[in-house]
C-alpha cells in the first residue's frame, strides 16, 4: 500500500509525503520526489497522514463501555474508536466495588491478551470522595495494597495504569507494588495541596509519572493555593511528570490548552479522550458505571433529582477530535499535538519502538484525514479498518 499526502512524521511536516506498508509494517517514509520503488505513485492528494492514535484513558464509546457488560460490549468500545482513529488504547475502568473490579479486569484481560486493548487503566477505587466528579462515591475506599494486587492477579498482568489520590492511605507501599508490577501511577482525584502532592511526585522520582487530566477533578489552581494543580504544573516543567489534557472545549477551555502547551515541554503533555459510552452517540441517558448520565448538546453530566446540572461525566469526543480541538481551538502546532496523541503515549508504554509514528519498521498503524483534521481512513496493522472505498487518496 502506498499513501500519498502530507505526513506527520516526528514532530514535523513533509509537505508532500509517501508513506509505504508491507505486510503489517512501515517500510518507506519520505517525501515523494525521494521515492525510487519501481511501482506507479499515486497522485498528490489533499489528505493528510497521522500516525495510529493512542488513547491512555478511554471508558466507553458507540453506545458501548468498559465498566458494564461483557467483552463483546468491550470489543464494541474498541472497534468504535478504531474506526475514529483511535488505532490504541487503554480500557478505562471506574470506582467500583472489589467483586465487580475483579469481574472486569478479568474481561478485559482478555482482549489484552488478543491484542485488541493495550491494557487496562484503573482510575479509582484510591481517590478523592471529595474529587469524585462522575465516579460513585460509595465504591472509593482508601488506598488498599491487598487490594491493588488482587485486581492484578484477575487482569493477569494486563493493569498498565492506575490513578490513584496523593492523600490516599498506604500511598508509598501501593507506589512500590506499582513499580512491581509495572503499572504506570497517575495522580488525580484528588483534594490534596500542593505540598503533599509534591511530596508524592519526589517520592516518584526517577520513574514515570502521570497526571489524569489536569484540572479537572482538582481543586481549582488559585494564588495563594495552588494545590495539586499548581504543583502538577511545577513538576511537569521541572520534566518530572507527564499531565493529562482532555482538550475537547468542554473539560478545558481552548485557552488553558494553549497556555499548558507554551508553559511546559510539549513532550510532558499527552492528550486523551476520557470517552464514556455516550461518545459518537446522540444526546440522552446514559450510564457511566452505576451513575445516571445526561447527555446534552454534546456535553455530558450527572443526571440530576432536581434537574440541575451535575459535575461533567467524562468525554463525549474521540481523540481525533481532541487532536483537532487542540489544532483548529487553541492553535497548537501540528506535530506537537499530533505527538502528544501518539509518540507521547507510546514512549509512556514503552511502545517507542513499536507505534507512535510513521517510521520503517513500525507497525502500519496510519490515520488519514482531510486538511481540517476530518477522518478519511483507517488502516491498523497495515489493513484498512471500516468501509471499503473511502476515498484516502483524493
Given at each position: 500500500m502506498i499513501l500519498r499526502g502530507k505526513a506527520v512524521v516526528g514532530d514535523g511536516i513533509i509537505d508532500d509525503a509517501l508513506v509505504v506498508t508491507?505486510?503489517?509494517?512501515?517500510?518507506?517514509?519520505?517525501?515523494?520526489?525521494?521515492?525510487?520503488?519501481?511501482?506507479?505513485?499515486?497522485?498528490?492528494?489533499?489528505?493528510?497522514?497521522l500516525p495510529g492514535l493512542i488513547d491512555l484513558h478511554c471508558h466507553g464509546g458507540g453506545g458501548a463501555e468498559f465498566s458494564n457488560g461483557d467483552a463483546a460490549e468491550a470489543r464494541r468500545v474498541v472497534d468504535h474508536?478504531?474506526?475514529?482513529?483511535?488505532?490504541?488504547?487503554?480500557?478505562?475502568?471506574?470506582?467500583?466495588?472489589?467483586?465487580?473490579?475483579?469481574?472486569?479486569?478479568?474481561?478485559?484481560?482478555?482482549?489484552?491478551?488478543?491484542?485488541?486493548?493495550?491494557?487496562?487503566?484503573?482510575?479509582?477505587?484510591?481517590?478523592?470522595?471529595?474529587?469524585?466528579?462522575?465516579?460513585?462515591?460509595?465504591?472509593?475506599?482508601?488506598?488498599?495494597?491487598?487490594l491493588f494486587e488482587r485486581i492484578c492477579d484477575a487482569a493477569r498482568g494486563t493493569v498498565r495504569s492506575m490513578t490513584l489520590a496523593p492523600e490516599t492511605a498506604h500511598f508509598g507501599e501501593l507506589l512500590a507494588a506499582m513499580r512491581r508490577r509495572g503499572v504506570l501511577p497517575s495522580l488525580g482525584h484528588t483534594d490534596a495541596d500542593a505540598a503533599t502532592t509534591s511530596a508524592r511526585i519526589a517520592d516518584a522520582a526517577g520513574h514515570p509519572l502521570i497526571a489524569t487530566h489536569l484540572f479537572n477533578a482538582m481543586p481549582p489552581l488559585h494564588h495563594r493555593a495552588p494545590g495539586a494543580a499548581g504543583a502538577v504544573l511545577a513538576a511537569a516543567g521541572r520534566g518530572d511528570i507527564v499531565v493529562e489534557l482532555i482538550a475537547d472545549g468542554t473539560h478545558l477551555a481552548p485557552e488553558t490548552v494553549s497556555m499548558v502547551f507554551d508553559m511546559i515541554d510539549p513532550d510532558q503533555i499527552v492528550l486523551v479522550s476520557d470517552a464514556m459510552v455516550a461518545a459518537g452517540m446522540a444526546d440522552g441517558y446514559y450510564q457511566l458505571g452505576p451513575l445516571d448520565v445526561r447527555v446534552s448538546q454534546g456535553v455530558a453530566r450527572l443526571a440530576t433529582i432536581d434537574g440541575s446540572e451535575g459535575a461533567i461525566a467524562a468525554g463525549t469526543a474521540r481523540l481525533l477530535d481532541v487532536v483537532r480541538s487542540t489544532v483548529v481551538d487553541s492553535g497548537v502546532d501540528l506535530g506537537v499535538a499530533v505527538a502528544a496523541a501518539t509518540r507521547i503515549p507510546a514512549r509512556l508504554l514503552g511502545l517507542e519502538f513499536e507505534r507512535g509514528t510513521l517510521t520503517p519498521n513500525h507497525r502500519a498503524d496510519i490515520v488519514v484525514t482531510d486538511q481540517q483534521l476530518r477522518l478519511r481512513g483507517v488502516i491498523v496493522g497495515g489493513m484498512p479498518v471500516g468501509e471499503e472505498g473511502v476515498a484516502w487518496n483524493s
Open positions: 508491507e505486510g503489517d509494517r512501515i517500510s518507506w517514509v519520505g517525501a515523494a520526489d525521494q521515492y525510487h520503488g519501481q511501482v506507479p505513485l499515486p497522485r498528490p492528494t489533499s489528505s493528510v497522514l474508536h478504531r474506526e475514529h482513529g483511535t488505532t490504541s488504547l487503554l480500557g478505562s475502568l471506574v470506582s467500583a466495588r472489589e467483586p465487580e473490579l475483579l469481574r472486569q479486569a478479568e474481561i478485559l484481560a482478555s482482549l489484552v491478551e488478543r491484542g485488541e486493548l493495550l491494557g487496562i487503566h484503573l482510575e479509582g477505587p484510591f481517590i478523592s470522595v471529595a474529587r469524585c466528579g462522575a465516579q460513585d462515591p460509595a465504591a472509593i475506599v482508601p488506598g488498599d495494597p491487598g
